[in-house]
């Protein structure tokens, strides 16, 4: 069989939700088939059922579909560094920040590790989704493109392009990208997606033509725009969430942080009927909450300095605001952050806010763990990523709780514990059944306007 590469004519055309959802239809079809992405650029990672660490995109979709999952859905993963470096994390692990110039310099030492990694699901699955990343016709990047061009050259995939018609020039950037992609590649070019249509599709019809007729391109459908609140790649995606308020009864805060990362810890509090979630990035915005949020961060230091100089440390201290502090955030409420090994930054010794007595060291080995923990008061399950070790790995005090472990809001006895305690009408839902039925509808309606037909042959033979 052959595998699929999915390429975006730009940034945010929709390939995560497609390749997520176009790998869970072909896993309905009895395609033995595994998500991959070559080399991401995320701060929102998840720990991998072999102990590595991987973006949440490749991580949800193997979730999805029920198979283990493993570093080598995502070989090569980039989280925020200090200025113009990247921490990099290999093969699941992280290496170390690198200078953005000297990652370019060095890319083809990173080659053989994507390479690795693609095989390995090869010789396991029968198809593979490679999701691209932004555009891959960068002609000043592509020969240094991990994602896009050297994964469809190096393992011939087929080839299906996502332009994103929301924000307009959908003509010329479907016309760009196949125009400039080299000549190898546009025989493996199935054909195109029109994804996060608004109104008459027959509106469109035209515009099919147009595509199919002047550019030679086969459209293989034209996506009506659908909210799907769940897997979200990164932070601008989930800020734009939709949600039922009619029923909300508490209001939670969570702090926009620069550096913000694990943003899906959230998204049991957006498909929750009773909580009006939203962003804030000043104190006055947090005030008017029930409950604020510190949420993870990939630069816990820049993080907390920046929450001084907005004014937040007074309403983060006030035990009479109900405040919540995970991973990074609860770093913060320590009283001390150590960083020796300069792990996340330059400096040795911060001041924390001092909420949770005791210190913060960042070590050079990162914690990845998941499972259940027995933590404040209840039995949950979770993960952990973090540089950061300290007493314990969860506190609780007046109006405050803090803990390192991410998708704890996924546990809906401890969500309900929570916030009866904010509001005793509170009376919560089942996160687990949502989850299930909204991938399902989403993926229906994928299916629905798209010729999987069509892809599936090209999966199937060399049609």
Request: proline share 3%; glycine share 8%.
């Amino acid at each position: 069989m052959n595998s699929l590469s999915i390429f975006g004519t730009g940034s945010d055309a929709g390939k995560s939700t497609l390749s997520f959802a176009l790998t869970y239809l072909l896993h309905e079809r009895g395609i033995r088939v595994a998500p991959f992405k070559a080399q991401n650029v995320s701060n929102n990672s998840q720990v991998t059922d072999d102990a590595g660490e991987i973006a949440v995109a490749q991580h949800f979709a193997a979730e999805a579909i029920g198979i283990k999952t493993t570093y080598h859905m995502n070989p090569v993963l980039l989280k925020s560094g200090s200025k113009n470096a990247a921490h990099l994390i290999v093969h699941g692990k992280s290496v170390g920040e690198k200078e953005v110039s000297e990652y370019y310099e060095d890319i083809n030492a990173l080659k053989p590790y994507v390479k690795k990694s693609f095989k390995k699901l090869r010789k396991k699955y029968d198809c593979i989704v490679a999701e691209g990343a932004g555009s891959p016709v960068e002609l000043n990047l592509m020969e240094k493109d991990l994602s896009n061009i050297y994964v469809a050259e190096e393992f011939n995939t087929k080839i299906i392009l996502v332009a994103d018609i929301e924000r307009g020039g959908v003509f010329a950037s479907i016309f760009g990208v196949y125009a400039l992609l080299p000549k190898k590649l546009k025989k493996n070019v199935i054909g195109v997606i029109i994804n996060k249509f608004r109104g008459d599709l027959g509106f469109f019809d035209d515009g099919v033509a147009i595509i199919e007729e002047r550019f030679g391109l086969k459209v293989l459908g034209v996506i009506p725009y659908k909210p799907f609140n769940l897997g979200f790649e990164d932070i601008q995606s989930i800020t734009g969430y939709t949600q039922e308020l009619s029923k909300a009864c508490i209001k939670v805060a969570v702090i926009k942080l620069p550096h913000i990362s694990n943003f899906n810890d959230f998204e049991p509090l957006i498909a929750d009927k009773e909580i009006e979630l939203c962003f804030v990035t000043t104190p006055f915005e947090a005030s008017l909450c029930d409950m604020v949020i510190i949420p993870g961060s990939k630069r816990v230091v820049d993080d907390l300095a920046w929450l001084r100089e907005r004014g937040f440390e007074m309403l983060l201290l006030s035990k009479e605001k109900f405040i919540f502090a995970i991973c990074g955030g609860y770093e913060m409420m320590h009283e001390q952050i150590l960083d020796p090994w300069h792990v996340e930054s330059h400096v040795k010794k911060t001041e924390g806010f001092g909420r949770i007595k005791g210190d913060v060291t960042f070590e050079k080995e990162k914690t990845l763990s998941k499972g259940t923990y027995q933590l404040l008061e209840c039995i949950v399950e979770g993960y952990e990523i973090h540089h950061g070790t300290a007493k314990k790995r969860a506190k609780k005090g007046k109006n405050f709780y803090g803990t390192f472990l991410h998708g704890i809001f996924e546990n809906d006895s401890f969500r309900e514990k929570l916030f009866t305690q904010i509001n005793p009408k509170y009376k919560g839902y089942a996160f687990k059944p949502y989850k299930q039925n909204a991938i399902r509808e989403f993926c229906a309606h994928v299916e629905e306007h798209i010729e999987l037909g069509t892809i599936l042959d090209h999966v199937k033979y060399d049609a």
